[in-house]
């Protein structure tokens, strides 16, 4: 009973999609306090995530995309606005996304208790052993959800413990779930060869 409350399943809209308001360069800009260092959370593969807070008081995480590697294509705005209608309990929620032709970013929900990377690399951090069963529950549901759960499934890519994030309970949920359909087939493997990863 406890593995299926974790795991309920909230429906995907597979008709109609959600309307998403698009965020503006200026509203970024002003969450991040103009991409200030003491709200960088960390640097990816395809960019930066920052800590914003908005004017309502709403704390997130804001991905910006590295427009060097061409990824933000023309089709970056139908891309994330399927993102914004993927739900389940154990993927970081898209919020919103802001798209222009200096900016190519994704809102996405805050974690505050971070990535499970931390939580197993670092000596000031314990996990017991139900804490790891139930986080590895959070990601097959998660991961089963991407596969089978949803109309078009969705291959990760980069499943990694710096891509599990932790919420203020401590559940997890998997980020960059969708990045990688977001970049066509050259940039993915020009990625991985320069990853050297698979």
């Not at 008709?15 to 960088?40: G, H, M, P, Q, W």
């Not at 970056?76 to 399927?82: A, R």
């Not at 309990?89 to 931390?118: F, H, Q, W």
Request: aromatic share 8%; glycine share 6%; net charge neutral.
């Amino acid at each position: 009973m406890r593995c299926h409350n974790r795991n309920t399943l909230l429906p995907a809209q597979s008709t109609s999609l959600i309307t998403i308001k698009r965020i503006s360069y200026y509203e970024v800009l002003n969450a991040t306090n103009k991409f200030d260092e003491e709200n960088l959370i960390g640097i990816g593969n395809f960019g930066s995530v920052y800590r914003g807070i908005f004017l309502d008081g709403m704390i997130v995480a804001i991905k910006v995309f590295n427009l060097d590697l061409e990824g933000a294509n023309k089709s970056f705005d139908t891309k994330c606005h399927i993102l914004c209608n993927i739900r389940h309990r154990n993927l970081v929620k898209v919020i919103t996304s802001c798209s222009n032709l200096d900016l190519k970013a994704l809102v996405l929900e805050y974690m505050p208790n971070g990535n499970l990377n931390k939580w197993l690399s670092s000596s000031n951090y314990f996990l017991n052993i139900v804490q790891r069963l139930e986080i590895m529950i959070d990601v097959t549901s998660a991961l089963e959800y991407l596969h089978h759960g949803y109309p078009s499934p969705i291959v990760h890519c980069d499943l990694k413990p710096s891509n599990i994030l932790m919420d203020e309970d401590m559940v997890a949920h998997v980020a960059d779930f969708g990045i990688a359909k977001l970049f066509t087939e050259d940039q993915r493997i020009s990625l991985t060869k320069m990853l050297g990863t698979i």
